[in-house]
Every structure is written in C-alpha cells, then in structure tokens.
C-alpha cells in the first residue's frame, strides 16, 4: 500500500500520470483488437490557436465520453490534429513580416509558403501541448494536420471529383469580399452585425434624361451608385408609367440610364425605385442578367474607387461616400438622409466591413449535396442533441446556396486548375499535368488562388484516417459515433461533414452530435480575447489542478444552456478532489493490509448502512451511465458529487466508525470490505472527469488490480443484488433521526460536548429503533435511547417529528437548564419576529416588489420564509418548554 501525501498537489501528480499513460500507449486505438469499437473525432483547433475556456469544456466532454467508452470495453479513437486556418494563419505571418517592414509580395509565394510553415513548425503544436495538461486522452500517434500530404491528397480528390461531376464551376458572381484581407469569403464567414449598425439611407434624385423631375432612389451605400447600369420600378406602379423605357441621368457621372420594370421590385419599399448596381449587389447582379444590364465594377479589390469612378478614382470607399453625399447636396439631389439600421456584414477574421464584389470564383453547388444530408436528420439517420438544432441545420440545409470555394490567399491547398494559354480552356487534374488536356499544348498555368480551409475541414472524419486510400483505420473506425462541438460551427463544418460523408463515403460521418454550451463570464458576456474576459485556462490549471477545473466546467454545463464561469467558481472542483483525498486517506487509514474483497463477504449479513451505501452505488452507476448516452455529462458530474461528497463522505463514513472502532472483528472485516469496494468503484465512476486525482489515489488503494491502471479498468456496471430498497428507506429515516436530535442539539444550545438521552415514540417500530442504536448514539452524542410505550407522549420535552419512524424526545433536565433555554428561546424568537416584520413590510410595499431587481426580491422572500420556518421552531420549542412549567 503506498502512502498519500497530506494534501493533494495535483501539479505533480497530473504531469506524472500523463506522462505515464502516454508512454504506456493507453490512448493509441489498435486497429486490430477485436470488439466494440467507438471513434470520435477533435474539432481540429486552428494552428495559431491557443487554449481558450471553450476549448477547454469541449475537450473535457470529449474526454469525459472518451475515457468512458475506453473503460467500458470499445478500441476507442480520439483522432486529433490542427486545421491549417488560411487567413488566420497567413494573417499572423503577414504581422510578423510587418514588423520588419515587409509584405508577403515582397517574399513572393513560394519564400512566404516556407516562412509560415517555419512557423507551423514552431509554434503549430502549442495547442495541442495545452490539451495534454488538460488531460485529453487524444490518439496523439496519428495526430494529423490538414495540409498533410495525405489529407492535401484527400483534398485534390474530393475536388476533381466534385469537378467532373459538374458540382464545382467557375462563375462571376457577387462574393463576400474582404478588402484588407484581399480575399473572397464564404457567407459563413461574412458575419451579420444583428440588427444591423448605424447609418442612413440617402435619398437621391436621378432626373429624367428629358429634363424632367426623374425618379428618387434610396441607398445605403451612395458610393456604389457610380457603378449603376439602370434603375427599377414594378410594372404595376403608376407612378412611373411615363419613365418606363426612358431614361434618366445618374448624376455626378452624368451617365443616362435606363429605366426598367422588375417584378420584384417592392414598389412599397421607399419611393418604389430602386438603383440596380449590378457588380456591388447580389440582388442586382440577378436582376443585371434579367435585363441585359451589364455590369460596372468601380472598386479595386482594396476597397477603393477605380478608374470607373471618374473624379473619384483613388479615394477610400468611405472617403468617396461622404465626398458624393457633399457633391449631392451641393447639386440639390439630395432629396434627404434619414437615421437607419444598415444591414451589414464584417469579415470573421479581420472585423472589416464587407464589401459584395463580382467576382470570378470558384464555386460548389450544394444543393445535390444537401439532399441526403437533409434526408439523414429527418429519417433519424443523424442525431443532433440538445434537439432545438434540428430547425437550425434543416432550415439552412433547405435553403441552401452555393458554397464560394476560392480565396485570394497564398496559404492553404492550391486549387487544382490549369488553364491554357492557347485553346483557353481549364484542366483539372488528380496530378498536376504538364500539357493542356484539350488542345495539348504546353503553356498552361495554374490558378493561383487557394481553396477555403473548410474545404479540407469538411473531410476530417475521413481524410484524418486515410481516405482516399481504403486503410485499415478507415474500415474499423469510420463512421464515427460522435461528435462534439460548438454550435457556432454548425454550417461552416458539422452540415458541410454530413455532406461530404454522404457523398465521398457513402455513409454519414458520424451518428450523433453534441453540441456543447457557450463559455460566458458571469454578466453573461461570451469570453474572448477582445475583451478581456477570459481566463487563461493554462494559469487556472495551474492554481486549481486540471482536475478541478475539467469538474468544475463540466458541472457548470447542462447542455443547451449557457455556462457563467468565473475562476472562483473552479473551487467546486478544487474542493471535491481534496474532499476525495481525505476519504481516501481515512478510508487507507483504517484498512488491514489485505481487506477482504466484497466478493467474499456473505451480504445477507451486512449491517443496514453497508446494505444502504452499496444500493446507493447501483443507483448512481446506473444514472451516471445514463448520462453519457444523453450528453446530459453536468447531471453525471453532479450525481457523482452529490454521491460521495454527501452520501458516502457525510454519511458512511461517520456510520463506518461504528463498526471500525467497534471490537466485533467479523463487523470490522465486513464494513472495511465495503468502505474499500464502494469506493473503488466511486473512484472508477469519477475518473472520466478527474482522471488524474483518481488514478492517484486509486494506485495507492490496497486492491487486488486486475490492469496497471484505473484509466484502462472496468467501469462500473450496476449489480442488481446490491439493490436494497428496505435499506434506502431504513437509512433515510435514521439519517433523518440524527439530523433531527443534531438540530434539537443546536436550537436550544446544548454544548457540543454534552451527552443526551433521547427517547423515541416509534409506535410498531421498535425493532427498527434498536437498529438505529448504535448509529445515533455515535453519530449525535446520544448516551441511551429509550422507547416509549405506545400513545406515551413526554410534556414539557422539545423534540421532533421523523417521518415514518415517530417523534424523538429529547429531555434537557440534567444536561441544560430549562429555564435558561426558556429565556434564550423567547429573546431567539423575540428578535426572528422583529426581523420577519421588517421583511415582510418590504415585501408589502409595491415600489419594492416592483421596482427592486428581481434577484433582490426573490432573496427578500426566501429570508422572510426562512426566518418563518425558525419562527415556528421557535415557537413549537417554548410550548414544549411550557408544558413543564
Ligand atoms: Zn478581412
Ligand atoms: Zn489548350
């Protein structure tokens, strides 16, 4: 048996065990063992990531189900890795270079290409080292990276197969365009402020071409309109029956355009005129096509005006806006500006407002894609939980649009492409041809943008284990079983992962998804970087111990809710992993060397806290279990912690001393049997989420081990034989009766060190009194316990009520004076009233109730009946006092 130290320093026994665990190869999942398997795979965290609390939860979850399954039986693989991140990545390289004054142009493509994987080199893997100390069990020998040559190779297939299936095309459309980034975006990428940001809608006149008054539009974005080829009206307006076919003049640029009618034009929207600007408005450019309208693009792709934009040329897109406000005014065409929320997008990575922007690009059409993936979730195929993200997915999966696929960037997979100087036409190949697959000729070159990072992210779950190639990790691993994530990825991975199953795989990528809680600080602020509101999980960990933070967040997490986290609250973890080290020493403490294994112990003859505590162990394996199935992981934590935290420690640890420090050794060998069994099996239950204290302690524990380890040992299974529903109910009423002689004890201040004698009105249950005996008398420093005849009801005696055993007599003469009780009694009561008065007047007065905060007044009202609840025992104690008198 080795020792425990006095106090748990998690710090040196976290990074021994990891170390240990690794070394002795407990995460790799062998291919070749047989049985049930269970694969999952990580959320790949970007490359120039760094451990935030959201990391943080989502591994621990992972963890939690993973070490559990492992347990339990399954091969089971955790496949980590990083995501390359393209603009995240290209961005932190591009600052660096700009420290010294460069720019990736002044490097050229390929010396730039090198300098970031020097710095993937570097730093790539700080992530991955934070999710060791936090203790993630991740298959670490086939940690992957999304621009490994298998996985670039997985990419290249995906799209010339999706190319020759006329699922990817070329196509000018409007795209999301990041004007400092220099790149397309996905919409996904292009995020809604909600409920759009300040601005106005300017009301322009276009005066008719004839010298009329012309027609008034009305936009947001007065610089775009040097760009208009047209502008609209509903072929049902009236009002403008005698512009339609005529055209007017686009001021400033004195350019005459045509008026056209426009089904879809709102004719309630605004004058009912609108501008149609077809290279900067999605909308537009659909109705530009209409119409023959053609487009105009008068933007660079730096957001400033071209040589379209006449004297404008060369100023910002913002500068160029107020200087055409100004020049409106100036000419009288600026009919008004009124206040109006503008619906805008900003770039995810760089927070630059948007700018749609025709484009050429490459393009995915998604709606055959979507199909079986819509099918999947409707027929049960795909599990999403909590259930509400089932609307979520379908309405977007339903709704679908095609997925921009090509970015301007120098970091990421090349899109494989080659056009042809002389026949003009595009090769795709699955490797890169020397010669023009049309025409033969030699003068061919490729693209030179890059795909999107979540065009090799949507593969993960298969590419990570070898696809295309049919490998012995792909046939016993995939699909996998679950997934666990952050909403807020839910379009631009987990939908796009279901495509891409159902559509290279043949098969849905994995069967159910969890998505886990957000992070937020205690105003219910989201964590992150921008403001400051974030711990560093690494500093957490090293104050508080992994262990106390993966217990604390995991706790703190029902899922669909929200988690309000603070470093303080990490002391409920922190709090209960020393809890378990105390028990563990006291448990250690008052074993022989070698305790009989519960196995050999007949149970018929166990005493009833022995009976209760093992049928207490059933229940709790059996909802700790449930919860892994339902990603209900909080409600498991909190079982085990209400468990042993007040079931096993308050309860049958102080019950066991009766037995251990009793002189019956046939007792002693029986509850030292059950002590270590019962908590052994706590032990196995918890370590999925503290996996370190437990393995711990577990070492230290006196067993006959049947593994090296606790984190490859069984988990428990629930033993029906141990179901005692006789000894629930008993143990109930004889922790009831102690709780009821302690409070008696603390209400009428009977010193701690005085010895009572109580006696009990268990009419028909005297058998059950005397086998609450010993226990009470230990338990509530109780000297004799009497039982009273039946209808025998002492006066003048306060006492209490247990339910379903009867009332418990505790007579003061001899250990108190019942006078002195008497008199601190009624000053006790006198003060209680007064305070319960003054609660009560402030609940009474509607400016209080109406105004106050809602917190406030909901403590307001459980002081008040608190205090009520103290006034009745107050109250009922006196009377039993003056009876006597
Ligand atoms: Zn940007
Ligand atoms: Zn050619």
Not at 168 to 186: E, K
Not at 282 to 293: G, K, S, Y
Not at 315 to 337: S, W, Y
Not at 788 to 811: K, Y
Request: net charge negative; charged share 25%; with cysteine.
């Amino acid at each position: 048996m080795a020792d425990l130290n006095k106090t748990y320093d998690p710090a040196v026994v976290e990074d021994k065990w990891y170390g240990i665990w690794e070394e002795r190869g407990y995460f790799f999942a062998d291919e070749t063992r047989p049985g049930p398997r269970f694969s999952i795979v990580i959320p790949p965290p970007n490359v120039t990531g760094v451990l935030t609390m959201g990391h943080v939860l989502n591994n621990t979850l992972q963890d939690v189900l993973v070490r559990f399954k492992r347990m339990d039986g399954y091969v089971t693989l955790w496949m980590p890795g990083t995501d390359h991140a393209g603009i995240a990545t290209q961005n932190v390289v591009e600052k660096q270079l700009a420290k010294d004054g460069l720019s990736r142009h002044d490097l050229g493509r390929e010396e730039f290409e090198r300098r970031v994987w020097a710095w993937k080199e570097r730093y790539g893997s700080t992530i991955l080292l934070q999710l060791k100390k936090l203790g993630s069990s991740c298959d670490w020998r086939r940690e992957r990276f999304t621009m490994d040559p298998g996985l670039s190779q997985a990419v290249r297939e995906v799209f010339v197969r999706l190319y020759e299936k006329g699922l990817i095309y070329r196509g000018q459309r409007i795209i999301h365009w990041c004007p400092r980034c220099h790149t397309a975006l996905s919409d996904e990428e292009a995020i809604t402020t909600e409920g759009g940001e300040t601005g106005h809608l300017w009301h322009i006149r276009y005066p008719a071409e004839d010298g009329g008054p012309g027609v008034v539009v009305a936009t947001t974005r007065p610089e775009t309109m040097l760009g208009d080829t047209g502008v609209a009206v509903n072929p049902d307006d009236a009002r403008y029956t005698d512009l339609i076919g005529k055209r007017v003049v686009l001021p400033l640029m004195e350019r005459p355009i045509p008026v056209i009618t426009d089904a879809l034009v709102d004719p309630t929207f605004g004058t009912g005129a609108v501008k149609v600007t077809p290279a900067h408005d999605a909308n537009d450019f659909d109705m530009a096509q209409r119409h023959n309208l053609p487009p105009l693009v008068i933007m660079s792709t730096d957001g400033r005006i071209n040589e379209n934009g006449g004297r404008y040329e060369g100023l910002d897109r913002f500068a160029a806006r107020t200087q055409i406000v100004a020049d409106l005014e100036a000419r009288g065409l600026l009919v008004k500006a009124e206040p109006y929320r503008v619906p805008i997008r900003r770039c995810e990575r760089c927070n630059t407002v948007i700018e749609p922007y025709l484009s050429k690009q490459w393009f995915v059409r998604m709606q055959p894609l979507a199909e079986p993936a819509i099918a999947a979730v409707r027929n049960g195929d795909l599990r999403l939980y909590p259930e509400r993200w089932v609307g979520v997915y379908l309405h977007w999966m339903e709704n679908i649009r095609d997925w921009c696929i090509s970015r301007q960037l120098w970091w990421g997979h090349r899109i494989p492409v080659w056009y042809c100087e002389v026949c003009g036409k595009e090769t795709v190949a699955r490797t890169d041809p020397t010669q023009c697959a049309h025409c033969g000729s030699g003068t061919i070159s490729q693209d030179p943008d890059v795909l999107d990072t979540w065009f090799s992210s949507w593969l993960w779950p298969f590419s990570t284990m070898g696809w295309p190639e049919e490998t012995p990790t792909l046939r016993r691993f995939y699909p996998t079983d679950t997934l666990i994530t952050a909403a807020d990825i839910i379009f631009f991975w987990v939908a796009r992962m279901v495509m891409a199953g159902y559509e290279f795989m043949g098969e849905r990528p994995f069967s159910e998804v969890c998505f886990n809680s957000i992070v937020r600080d205690l105003q219910g602020r989201k964590m992150s970087k921008s403001l400051g509101n974030s711990p560093d999980p690494l500093d957490v960990i090293a104050n508080y111990g992994a262990d106390a933070l993966r217990f604390t967040i995991v706790a703190l997490a029902p899922p669909g809710e929200d988690v309000r986290y603070a470093v303080e609250k990490t002391d409920l973890g922190r709090h209960f992993a020393n809890k378990i080290w105390n028990a563990a020493r006291f448990v250690m403490m008052n074993l022989e060397t070698q305790p009989a294994d519960l196995a050999t112990v007949k149970t018929a003859t166990l005493d009833l806290p022995e009976r209760w505590i093992l049928s207490r162990l059933q229940t709790v394996i059996d909802d700790v279990r449930a919860t892994f199935s339902n990603y209900r992981f909080n409600d498991g934590a909190l079982a085990l912690y209400q468990f042993i935290w007040h079931e096993y420690c308050d309860w049958y640890l102080e019950l066991s001393k009766v037995a251990l420090y009793g002189n019956d050794a046939g007792r002693k060998r029986q509850v030292q049997a059950v002590l270590l069994h019962v908590f052994e099996e706590a032990l196995r239950l918890l370590h999925p989420f503290m996996p370190f204290a437990t393995e711990e302690i577990w070492q230290a524990l006196p067993l006959a081990r049947s593994s090296d380890s606790i984190m490859i040992a069984a988990y428990p299974k629930s033993d029906p034989a141990h179901r005692d529903a006789a000894a629930e109910g008993a143990v109930g009423r004889l922790i009831d009766a102690v709780r009821s002689v302690r409070n008696i004890r603390s209400e009428l201040g009977i010193p701690p060190n005085a010895t009572v004698s109580i006696h009990v009105a268990a009419d028909g249950r005297g058998d059950e009194v005397a086998a609450f005996e010993p226990y009470v008398k230990a338990l509530a420093k109780v000297g004799t316990v009497g039982l009273l005849s039946a209808g025998e009801r002492p006066s003048g005696e306060p006492s209490a009520l247990v339910e379903g055993l009867g009332e418990i007599f505790v007579p003061l003469r001899g250990v108190v004076d019942p006078l002195d009780v008497r008199k601190r009694l009624e000053k006790d009561l006198a003060k209680v009233e007064k305070e319960l008065s003054a609660a009560q007047a402030k609940l009474s007065r509607p400016d209080f109730v109406d105004r106050a905060p809602a917190d406030i007044v909901e403590k307001e009202r459980e002081k008040a009946s608190t205090l009520r609840a103290r006034q009745g025992t107050l109250q009922r104690h006196l009377a039993a006092l003056s009876a006597e008198s």
